[in-house]
């Protein structure tokens, strides 16, 4: 179990490294009547020294593979059935109304 006093109110993930959501070091606890620039100050440099701790080390690359379209012949089906249901449908609710 992690010893408070000596972890500084750190959590830690499963990769060992400062888990910087979870940590009670970084909560503010408005309870106290703080100011927001003393909270800052006192959580700043700790912020980004843990932010540059995890940056990775190599570029990041983003791989997109782009989405093939649908083929023409099934969109073409589904407008065909679409326009013939509209029309059925339109011709069916004139013969109730013109009764």
Do not use: C
């Amino acid at each position: 179990m992690a010893d408070p006093e000596a972890d500084h109110g750190f959590a830690y993930n499963s990769q060992g490294q400062i888990d910087i959501l979870q940590s009670p070091f970084f909560d503010p606890d408005w309870e106290f009547k703080d100011f927001v620039e003393d909270y800052i100050d006192r959580i700043l440099i700790h912020l980004a020294e843990t932010i540059d701790e995890q940056r990775p080390s190599g570029q990041w690359q983003l791989v997109r593979r782009p989405h093939a379209p649908p083929s023409l012949a099934t969109l073409l089906w589904i407008k065909i059935v679409s326009v013939v249901t509209i029309f059925v449908a339109s011709f069916g609710l004139m013969k109730i109304f013109l009764r």
